[in-house]
Antibody
Framework: EVQLVESGGGLVKPGGSLRLSCAASGFTFSSYSMNWVRQAPGKGLEWVSSISSSSSYIYYADSVKGRFTISRDNAKNSLYLQMNSLRAEDTAVYYC???????????????WGQGTLVTVSS | QSVLTQPPSASGTPGQRVTISCSGSSSNIGSNTVNWYQQLPGTAPKLLIYSNNQRPSGVPDRFSGSKSGTSASLAISGLQSEDEADYYCAAWDDSLNGRVFGTGTKVTVL
């Protein structure tokens, strides 16, 4: 059974940093591209970042470019999101999600974690 | 910063057919495939339709997707109470070089 479990969320002050993790199991992690998607309280879904299976291709939403860094450790079956210079508008539930295709332009997010809440507030 | 536009709400009685539209542009829907997600209250999103009209295993055939030009649609036939949820379309955007989601549509079963 495919499982994605996020951790690392919490309360952080504006300008602070936080590192999210996503532990994957039930599939060959090193074969799949992975993603972070967030959802602000009461709002819609927003794609944050994607990383290919071997980390060769990385993409970011303009809203986080230069502040967030996506990475993965295939030996540990883990996905990460390093978030720096956090702002109030980064407050959201952050989900990790798996791509169902190696071609990024056609891929869909076929499995999602339960999410971890990040709150940016003084 | 959603670039895909959906109606905020849609509704129907049990057994009815409900259709949700998703309007984009040539850089996203016009040139790439569309996926649809269902988010039940308080839960993580779930993949409902991929590659415009393909259903993952386990998704009832009451759900169907289509695409024409720079727009896409999700249809729910034989509406059931458990279909009450938020629905989002998504696609790759060539101009933004990233994924984009629709604004979301809340479906209410009357």
């Amino acid at each position: 059974e495919v499982q994605l479990v996020e951790s690392g969320g919490g309360l952080v002050k504006p300008g602070g940093s936080l590192r999210l993790s996503c532990a994957a199991s039930g599939f060959t992690f090193s074969s799949y591209s992975m993603n972070w998607v967030r959802q602000a309280p009461g709002k819609g879904l927003e794609w944050v970042s994607s990383i290919s299976s071997s980390s060769s291709y990385i993409y970011y939403a303009d809203s986080v470019k230069g502040r967030f860094t996506i990475s993965r450790d295939n030996a540990k079956n883990s996905l990460y999101l390093q978030m720096n210079s956090l702002r109030a508008e980064d407050t959201a539930v952050y989900y990790c999600a798996r791509d169902n295709d190696i071609v990024v332009v056609v891929a869909a997010f076929d499995y999602w974690g339960q999410g971890t809440l990040v709150t940016v507030s003084s | 910063q959603s670039v895909l536009t959906q109606p905020p709400s849609a509704s129907g009685t049990p057994g009815q057919r409900v259709t949700i539209s998703c309007s984009g542009s040539s850089s996203n829907i016009g040139s790439n495939t569309v996926n649809w997600y269902q988010q039940l209250p308080g839960t993580a999103p779930k993949l409902l339709i991929y590659s415009n009209n393909q259903r993952p295993s386990g998704v009832p055939d009451r759900f169907s997707g289509s695409k024409s030009g720079t727009s896409a649609s999700l249809a729910i036939s034989g509406l059931q109470s458990e279909d009450e949820a938020d629905y989002y379309c998504a696609a790759w955007d060539d101009s933004l070089n990233g994924r984009v989601f629709g604004t979301g549509t809340k479906v209410t079963v009357l």
